[in-house]
């Protein structure tokens, strides 16, 4: 079964770090191009993190500098380090693979709150 499971949300205060992880199982994510996604209230689901099948990472504005997107293959897992959070990166998470019509995982929830 193909399937993406995420775990490592939570609550964190302003300026602090946490890492997201993405299971993958029922395909190769050597052979994938990985992302997280993520989607505040009342907004549009965002693409936040990029690590292709070669090992490129990419990253929008609002995160470079703070997001690291990385995999260990060999645990076919996918991660997201975020350090220096901000109120802004309240949000569902979403691991997924391939784009949009990829697939998806079930979503952990960040929430950034002092």
């Known amino acids: 079964q193909v399937q993406l499971v995420e775990s490592g949300g939570g609550l964190v205060q302003p300026g602090g770090s946490l890492r997201l992880s993405c299971a993958a199982s029922?395909?190769?994510?050597?052979?994938?191009?990985m992302n997280w996604y993520r989607q505040a209230p009342g907004k549009e689901r965002e693409l936040v993190a990029t690590i292709t099948k070669h090992d490129r990472t990419n990253y929008p504005d609002s995160v470079k500098g703070r997001f690291t997107i990385s995999r260990d293959n060999a645990k076919k897992t996918v991660y997201l380090q975020m350090i220096s959070l901000k109120f802004e990166d309240t949000a569902v998470y979403y691991c997924n693979a391939n784009g949009p019509t990829g697939v998806w995982g079930q979503g952990t929830q960040v929430t950034v709150s002092s």
């Open positions: 029922g395909f190769f994510i050597t052979v994938s191009d």
